[in-house]
T-cell receptor, first 111, second 113 residues
Framework: EDKVVQSPLSLVVHEGDTVTLNCSYE??????LLWYKQEKKAPTFLFML????IEKKSGRLSSILDKKELFSILNITATQTGDSAVYLC???????????FGTGTRLQVTL | DTEVTQTPKHLVMGMTNKKSLKCEQH?????MYWYKQKAKKPPELMFV???????INESVPSRFSPECPNSSLLNLHLHALQPEDSALYLC????????????FGPGTRLTVT
């Protein structure tokens, strides 16, 4: 059975801190790993990673994939209260566009 | 335009009602999805349409009936739902072909009374 595990489950940090969120996966026919941010409603797309060792970066957020060790990390530097959200990772198993989601990491950034 | 729209935003229905959820995208995507999300849980895939044909049905009860009238529209028809079906229903779309990412709509918050 395909499985995606995220850690930690929740995290509280102070504004300005740097955080690292973890995502490990065990899936058949792995093709890519995706990160989403979910606030109150829809998940919003952050990154899609297909190759090992190539960092993707968008502002204060960055992510990297290790296909040998089957994990990905999402880094957020200089956190802001607007970063408070649930961060979801999902593995694309290549089976007719199916994504397997992890349970998410709930991040709270306090002043 | 990377927008997926969903209507209604909120829906309250009784167990004997029939209602429909609507999803629309104008990005030219050829794959569309319905997900169900319970509180503090990740989205769970329900259905996948690829080129307007149902390609995945994740053993969803027949009281949920999807429909894809054209490449831009996706409906979810609801009938005789149970209170445990109360959830956030998310629609997503993605370009056909790999690699791709799924873009989600804002969801419909459904309450079954």
């Amino acid at each position: 059975e395909d499985k995606v595990v995220q850690s930690p489950l929740s995290l509280v940090v102070h504004e300005g801190d740097t955080v690292t969120l973890n995502c490990s996966y065990e899936v058949t026919n792995f093709r890519s790993l995706l990160w989403y941010k979910q606030e109150k409603k829809a998940p919003t797309f952050l990154f899609m990673l297909t190759s090992s060792g190539i960092e993707k970066k968008s502002g204060r957020l960055s992510s990297i994939l290790d296909k040998k060790e089957l994990f990905s990390i999402l880094n957020i530097t200089a956190t802001q209260t607007g970063d408070s959200a649930v961060y979801l990772c999902a593995a694309d198993t290549g089976t007719a566009s199916k994504l397997t989601f992890g349970t998410g990491t709930r991040l709270q950034v306090t002043l | 335009d990377t927008e997926v729209t969903q209507t209604p935003k909120h829906l309250v229905m009784g167990m004997t009602n029939k209602k429909s959820l609507k999803c629309e995208q104008h990005m030219g995507h050829r794959a569309m999805y319905w997900y169900k999300q319970k509180a503090k849980k990740p989205p769970e895939l329900m259905f996948v349409y690829s080129y307007e044909k149902l390609s995945i049905n994740e053993s969803v009860p027949s009281r949920f009936s999807p429909e894809c009238p054209n490449s831009s529209l996706l409906n979810l028809h609801l009938h005789a739902l149970q209170p445990e079906d109360s959830a956030l229903y998310l629609c997503a779309s993605s370009p056909q072909g790999w690699p791709y990412e799924q873009y989600f709509g804002p969801g419909t918050r459904l309450t079954v009374t």
